[in-house]
């Protein structure tokens, strides 16, 4: 290794770069969660942007659903132990390919399953005015890929970041939906879909891209 940072007072060494196909094996954790969550909007901030008071209604879950047991694979792993004990395996080579050249072997799956408390958060406040209130709901589907020696408590990390980011990033795309179309006259209840996530394969890598779609869109108006 060659330390290039230009405030290092090492003299540089020339250094051959060779570039490695293949060179990472990723590790993937499948997941899906059920999520059910009703904010009720508060009066007094009527004048605050949906977008912005939902996303504030957010984050007492997102704290709360850090706190879950993870599985892995119908197990419960320690934190520290690593995600895959097989990781020092030597990928295999092509036979007849080129020096360096490595096989695109795919990642390794693991289940997680995410078990919630489903505790509501303790209120510290009276009553409460409300103007209107927006529920969430269905079953969110996730993908997190972790590097080789990732150890299970890095995996569970990077489950939540890839879920709360998901529950967000629908929730934006939502909002923004919203202004484009016409007021609406009903009363009542009304439901709106948001965006489904799908996965596609990063062209030939060992993992997948992920968009987000709108109904009607097909998968070729996706990334």
């Not at 060779?18 to 899906?32: A, D, E, H, T, V």
């Not at 409460?128 to 709901?137: K, N, P, T």
Request: glycine share 6%; with cysteine; hydrophobic share 40%.
């Amino acid at each position: 290794t060659v330390d290039v940072c230009p405030t290092s007072p090492s003299v540089q060494s020339s250094a051959e770069l060779k570039f490695q196909r293949g060179g990472i094996k990723w590790q993937q954790l499948s997941f899906s969660y059920n999520i059910n969550l009703n904010f009720w909007l508060p009066k007094d901030k009527s004048s605050q942007s949906l977008f912005k008071t939902v996303l504030a209604l957010i984050k007492p879950w997102a704290n709360k659903v850090a706190e879950s047991l993870i599985l892995i694979d119908s197990t419960l792993p320690d934190n520290d132990d690593p995600l895959n004990s097989s990781v020092d395996e030597k990928p295999s080579k092509k036979k007849g390919s080129s020096r360096g050249m490595m096989e695109l072997a795919p990642p390794k799956v693991f289940i997680a399953e995410i078990l919630d408390t489903c505790t509501p958060s303790a209120r510290t406040q009276g009553l409460i005015e409300s103007s209107g209130c927006v529920r969430l709901s269905g079953t969110l589907a996730g993908l997190a890929f972790v590097y080789p020696k990732a150890t299970v408590g890095e995996a569970r990390a990077a489950v939540l970041v890839d879920l709360v980011r998901s529950v967000v990033a629908r929730w934006e795309m939502h909002c923004d939906s919203l202004v484009d179309e016409p007021p609406s006259h009903l009363t009542g209840p009304i439901i709106h879909e948001p965006p489904r996530r799908v996965f596609l394969e990063g062209g030939g890598l060992p993992v997948s891209l992920c968009d987000y779609l709108f109904p009607g869109d097909t998968c070729a108006d996706a990334c």
